[in-house]
T-cell receptor, first 116, second 111 residues
Framework: NAGVTQTPKFRILKIGQSMTLQCAQD?????MYWYRQDPGMGLKLIYY???????DKGEVPNGYNVSRSTTEDFPLRLELAAPSQTSVYFC???????????????FGAGSRLTVL | DAKTTQPNSMESNEEEPVHLPCNHS???????IHWYRQLPSQGPEYVIH???SNVNNRMASLAIAEDRKSSTLILHRATLRDAAVYYC????????????FGTGTRLQVTL
């Protein structure tokens, strides 16, 4: 199994540009999440989804949008890139709700985004 | 959300055991204790979790204090490949509540 696959691995954007970070999982997990990690910091939750068609905001959703049309895919869109969005983005999935006791998250390898 | 406190960094020699502490004095009765680690330039990876009893798996052991206000991740024989940031996280039973990743403990392993 591939697990959680993120593309692209690296991207440089100019201020004001838009782009979509792709995330796909092949484990038939209902729950998917987007985190960002700034240098030397822990991960912060951006958005999450509890199933196809259902998404909700996390801790730092401003400047981002998500959609979940299928169980497998959970893309993250940046509409007007800003330097503050320079970060490493991680997608994760799980079979149970985040915070459900024994639930375990599987993370992708990350997408490094630089906004200049 | 209940918070955890971990040392910023620790060092270990290769082939020796490592004990990574975590304090969680405000833990509630339904909170699980999870450990993840993040190798350089990679996404976090699940290590182990437990509720009340000590747990062992192929990667590590988790020792949980009787009052559950602290726990220790034990790597029995550290290798250079274990150099990573280790996160201690509490998860609450319920609907899609938010995993909170702190800054973790950076483990350095030397020859």
């Amino acid at each position: 199994n591939a697990g959680v696959t993120q593309t692209p691995k690296f991207r440089i954007l100019k201020i004001g540009q838009s782009m979509t970070l792709q995330c796909a999982q092949d484990m038939n997990h209902n729950y998917m999440y987007w985190y960002r990690q700034d240098p030397g910091m822990g991960l912060k939750l951006i958005y999450y989804s509890v199933g196809a068609g259902i998404t909700d905001k996390g801790e730092v959703p401003n400047g981002y949008n998500v959609s979940r049309s299928t169980t497998e895919d959970f893309p993250l869109r940046l509409e007007l890139a800003a330097p503050s969005q320079t970060s490493v983005y991680f997608c994760a999935s799980s079979s149970a709700p985040q915070g459900f006791g024994a639930n375990v998250l599987t993370f992708g390898a990350g997408s490094r985004l630089t906004v200049l | 959300d209940a918070k955890t406190t971990q040392p910023n960094s620790m060092e270990s020699n290769e082939e020796e055991p490592v004990h990574l502490p975590c304090n969680h004095s405000t833990i509630s009765g339904t909170d699980y204790i999870h450990w993840y680690r993040q190798l350089p330039s990679q996404g976090p990876e699940y290590v182990i979790h437990g509720l009340t009893s000590n747990v062992n798996n192929r990667m590590a052991s988790l020792a949980i204090a009787e009052d559950r206000k602290s726990s220790t991740l034990i790597l029995h024989r550290a290798t250079l490949r274990d150099a990573a940031v280790y996160y201690c996280i509490l998860t609450t039973t319920g609907t899609a509540s938010k995993l909170t990743f702190g800054t973790g403990t950076r483990l350095q392993v030397t020859l």
